[in-house]
């Protein structure tokens, strides 16, 4: 049978707006052997899914086709290894960014250098600035027009991208924001050469001024200064949105100690632990790498995990995490999982992938970007025909309007507004202990209307404890040592409830004779010469014991409770009646409180009886119950409740719930058993029950982030494009100059990126 990866990701270099995206995504999801694709513009990857059978010939081919189809976009595509050491990509990426930066810092330098004294010399005449006779346009107009192009040849050089990315992209028909600068600018410059030409060639001193007024050397070379300046602000922003992985990178140390066979310890590093190894965990040091505790006992903090908030206890044959904190104590544990199987480099790859991932309301915005360029150069072509033949302008004033229109409908803002949102959002996540799986799963989150939580394991601890002791003839504890000495060879759960209840108070044991288990009711035996039976109320009517009156009250009491009775009968009496019960979490009313007040509608799923569910229920706070269903029964419920209109959330322990969680909108598992959880469900919630509230209230923030930005990208463009093509000009007001025009596109993709940094302050 044949073996493939879930999804698969690639990096894509040379995006330059929602446009390069939103194409590479169509192209990918056009592909004969590719299921589905998404491509990020915010972290530069691509994620694919291959279709069935597209992996027969083997991982290689498909690779190659894949990054073949992206390079022929003019994009480079290379292959991320699922099995890759998380830390070195990320030391790979974090390398690359330090140079990209560099690189663009350089040339921001550059051009900023030409184009300020650029702008002086060509506006200098209109802002009263004094300029030698030598520059003088009107004295020297030859020179004038030389030395703006002396100074703009840097410039343009320097910004040589725009050219190489962007006039393939449009000699293949497929423009994008590149396209749109290199048009805008390359008009402006060979025009500005024209001219130069024209006045080189003038004989009269109409001629010269004709030519003077069409040098528009300063717009081409400023427009690019400004742009540049403008990614290298979203640029450096960007960088800021990696902290969560930054930060759970952080959690492992790079050197361990290692103990070696003659009982010596050395010093190596992480990476080079394999599995099997004895390694040396001192206090106040982080576990490298998944494995078992095989000398000693400490204490660990797991709060960067699961957020559990106190320490927990672990000693020989207990498993501990990479990523954990060991509290107190040394200890020597064994290697079992170690570089990218550990549970923490799995959760800071499904960090990743949510990052990369988009939401279903991103969709708007790349069907958008996809379309958007072709006509902005329509629309751009359109006005600057118009102004020259209907509207009598100038060539020159004509081609500025022409220009203007083409660099202030960049659609960088509108590709990067819901990616940039969701890298912020599952990255924040991860901090507060939810991991989102992808972005499908953040937006849902936000647009819930009803969650459904499983009873064990997810509103209660998942085991029963001892809730309750009523003695008749007897001291309590003289009857619980009677009941647990019976229960002692027993494995039943309810037996180690009744066990851990004497352990907490410190009551001696006994050992039992004669010890039998009656299936479905209970256990008979004989302790210190006493006989017992210990079971429910059908074992007493077998065996001909009576009840006294309280002792009936008190076993109605207990069902309303949700209480799970246990009768011990002493040489052949009633003696006592224990309670036994799957207790709620402590923090579960608080939470289904808060989520009803959010306005979401609360409902439990159990397998009890009625009347126990409806107990458990009650005190949960919860209202809707619905009892006696089976883990495939629960699916059924989850798709009712669709069929109703409703987005639903399921909330289980991600094990015997996996049907209802994949059924969900939301499959919400906790993360009290990491790795399991991890593959149950889209959300994984690593902190226990009230991380619900966190995805929920994540979510919606996300979303009004994500329409937050889209809202403006569109009202940016809504409102500008008009004024670069010309609308205020039939008014008598003024024309956008292509410099303003620049500066305002690049101001608008670093405010959505900003926009989108605020979620790293959600609470």
């Known amino acids: 049978m044949e073996s493939r990866p879930e999804i698969l990701r690639f990096r894509i270099e040379g995006m330059a707006c929602g446009a390069c995206s939103a194409r590479s995504q169509r192209v990918l999801n056009s592909m004969e052997h590719v299921d589905s694709a998404t491509v990020s513009l915010a972290d530069g990857t691509a994620q694919v899914r291959p279709a069935e059978g597209a992996l027969s010939g083997g991982l290689e081919p498909f690779i190659r086709e894949v990054t073949e189809r992206v390079n022929r976009l003019g994009f480079t595509a290379s292959y991320l290894p699922p099995d890759a050491d998380e830390h070195d990509l990320w030391e790979s990426e974090q390398e690359k960014t330090r140079l990209d930066l560099a690189a663009r810092r350089r040339r921001l ?18 802002w009263g600035l004094p300029l030698p006779a030598w520059l003088n346009m009107h004295e020297s107009p030859l020179a004038f027009a030389l030395f703006q192009l002396l100074l703009t040849i840097p410039i343009i050089w320097s910004g040589r991208d725009f050219y190489r990315h962007g006039i393939p992209l449009l000699l293949r ?10 048009m805008g600018t390359g008009a402006a410059l060979l025009y500005s050469l024209w001219s130069t030409l024209e006045i080189a060639a003038a004989s009269t001193p109409e001629a010269v001024h004709a030519g003077v007024s069409g040098l528009y050397y300063e717009s081409a070379g400023m427009l690019i200064a400004l742009i540049s300046l403008g990614k290298y602000l979203e640029a450096v922003s960007r960088t800021r949105t990696s902290e969560a992985i930054r930060a759970l990178m952080e959690l492992t140390p790079e050197h361990v100690e290692r103990v070696l066979e003659d009982g010596s310890v050395r010093e190596i590093p992480v990476r080079a632990v394999m599995p099997g190894d004895r390694l040396l965990i001192k206090p106040g040091s982080r576990i490298p790498v998944d494995g078992v505790v095989s000398e000693g006992s400490s204490s660990l903090d797991m709060s960067s995990l699961t957020g559990e908030s106190m320490p927990v206890d672990v000693a020989l044959g207990d498993e501990v995490n990479a990523g954990t904190l060991n509290v107190s104590g040394a200890f020597v544990m064994e290697a079992q999982r170690v570089g990218a199987d550990t549970a923490l480099a799995r959760i800071i790859h499904l960090v990743r992938e949510a990052q990369g991932s988009k939401a279903p309301i991103a969709g708007l915005a790349d069907r958008i970007s996809l379309y958007f360029v072709p006509a902005v150069i329509a629309v751009a072509t359109l006005a600057g025909i118009l102004w020259l033949f209907a509207g009598k302008l100038p060539f020159g004033e004509a081609l500025r309007v022409f220009v203007s229109v083409l660099v202030v409908a960049c659609p960088c803002a509108l590709g990067l507004a819901t990616p940039m949102s969701i890298m912020v959002a599952t990255g924040r996540g991860a901090q507060l202990g939810v991991l989102m799986k992808n972005g499908t799963a953040l937006e849902y989150s936000g647009r819930l209307d009803t969650l459904v939580f499983d009873k064990t394991g997810t509103l209660t601890e998942g085991r029963p404890r001892l809730m309750s ?10 009857a619980l040592t009677l009941a647990a000495s019976l229960e002692a060879v027993s494995e039943h759960p309810l037996a180690q409830a009744v066990l851990e209840g004497a352990r907490e108070r410190c009551l001696p044991l006994s050992s039992v004779e004669g010890f039998q288990a009656v299936s479905g009711q209970g256990v008979i035996g004989s302790v210190n010469g006493r006989s017992l039976l210990l079971g429910n109320e059908s074992l007493l009517e077998e065996k001909g014991v009576e009840l006294s009156l309280e002792a009936k009250e008190r076993l109605l009491s207990l069902a309303d409770e949700g209480q799970t009775p246990l009768l011990l009968v002493v040489d052949g009496n009633f003696a006592a009646m224990l309670g036994v019960a799957d207790p709620l979490r402590e923090e579960t009313p608080g939470v289904i409180a808060e989520l009803r007040a959010m306005g979401c509608r609360v409902m439990m799923l159990s397998g009890d009886n009625e009347r126990t569910a409806r107990a458990v229920a009650a005190k949960a706070g919860i209202s809707d119950v619905v009892a006696g269903v089976r883990p495939d029964g629960k699916e059924k419920v989850i798709a009712a409740l669709q069929a109703e209109g409703r987005l639903v959330g399921m909330v289980g322990d991600g094990i015997n719930d996996a049907p209802a969680l994949a059924r969900a ?16 469900g889209d959300v994984v919630l690593l902190r226990g029950l009230p991380c619900v509230k966190t995805a929920i209230s994540l979510g919606r923030a996300t979303l009004a982030n994500i329409r937050l930005s889209l809202f403006w990208a569109f ?6 494009v008009p004024v670069a093509a010309g609308v205020l000009l039939l008014f008598g007001g003024p024309a956008m100059s292509p410099m303003l025009a620049g500066a305002a ?17 959600f609470r």
């Not at 002791?469 to 003289?478: H, N, P, R, V, Y």
């Not at 596109?745 to 302050?761: D, F, G, H, P, T």
């Open 109 to 126: 330098i550059t051009e900023f250098l030409f184009a300020v004294p650029l702008v002086a010399v060509a506006m200098g005449s209109h």
């Open 173 to 182: 028909g497929a423009p994008n924001m590149d396209s749109l600068v290199a």
């Open 469 to 478: 002791l009523f003695a008749e003839g007897m001291g309590e504890d003289d």
């Open 665 to 680: 909108h939301v499959g919400m598992a906790m993360g009290s058993g990491i790795d399991v959880a991890m593959e149950a």
């Open 715 to 720: 009202a940016y463009n809504v409102l500008l």
């Open 745 to 761: 596109m690049s101001l608008s993709s670093v405010s959505v990126v900003l926009n989108a940094l605020r979620l790293r302050r």
